[in-house]
């Protein structure tokens, strides 16, 4: 978990520089960003694995970008905004889940088990949680402020909706459809191994 977080840090201090980043980055540190589970149970629902899935979405992000648009990606979607999207898109969930215990049977014996809760305090949204979190320390781009909103893409509430609105993020700012294509494969290929 301690590797992770200083790979985390090390992507942060390198690519992230605009101002606010530093108080970001001491807000991070701050909570449970860092030990925070990804969810409840879908993946990455272990001490420190909202940082992992974080790092894993970086990465299948930043190779999304350059295979889409080639060796001179930067020209379009810059290092800082990669790093930005990939590592931040999730800060949500930062103060959402607790620790709890359960009861459940195992071999015909009930026995207390541990498992993670949902214990929102700042009930936002998912996207547009994080977004505001980000506004909160530095100014977004539109263009990160939108993909990160819809980064859940039809798991967001919002689009079971019909809304035409994620078709148009989507479509206008192709970095969108990026991330979500990241943050699924982060969640489905590389958390599911």
């Known amino acids: 978990m301690e590797n992770h977080k200083t790979e985390f840090l090390k992507l942060f201090d390198e690519h992230i520089k605009r101002e606010g980043s530093k108080d970001l980055r001491e807000y991070l540190c701050k909570t449970d960003f860092f030990t925070a589970p990804a969810s409840t149970k879908y993946h990455s629902a272990f001490e ?3 940082c992992l899935h974080s790092l894993k979405t970086y990465y299948r992000l930043k190779k999304l970008v350059e295979q889409e648009r080639g060796e ?3 020209k379009q979607t810059g290092d800082e905004t990669i790093a930005i999207l990939g590592l931040l898109h999730d800060v949500c969930k930062i103060e959402c889940y607790k620790s709890d215990l359960r009861n459940v049977k ?3 014996v009930w026995v207390q088990a541990p498992y993670y809760s949902v214990d929102e305090k700042l009930p936002y949204g998912h996207g547009e949680k994080s977004v505001y979190i980000i506004n909160g320390f530095m100014r977004l781009t539109r263009e990160e402020a939108i993909a990160i909103n819809w980064h859940m893409g039809g798991f967001d509430n919002r689009a079971h909706g019909f809304s035409a609105a994620i078709s ?3 479509e206008k700012f192709p970095v969108a459809l990026l991330l979500h294509l990241a ?11």
């Open 48 to 50: 420190g694995g909202l």
């Open 72 to 74: 001179n990606y930067t």
């Open 106 to 108: 195992q071999n015909g």
């Open 168 to 170: 148009a993020a989507y």
């Open 183 to 193: 943050d699924m494969q982060a969640t489905y290929i590389d958390e599911n191994i």
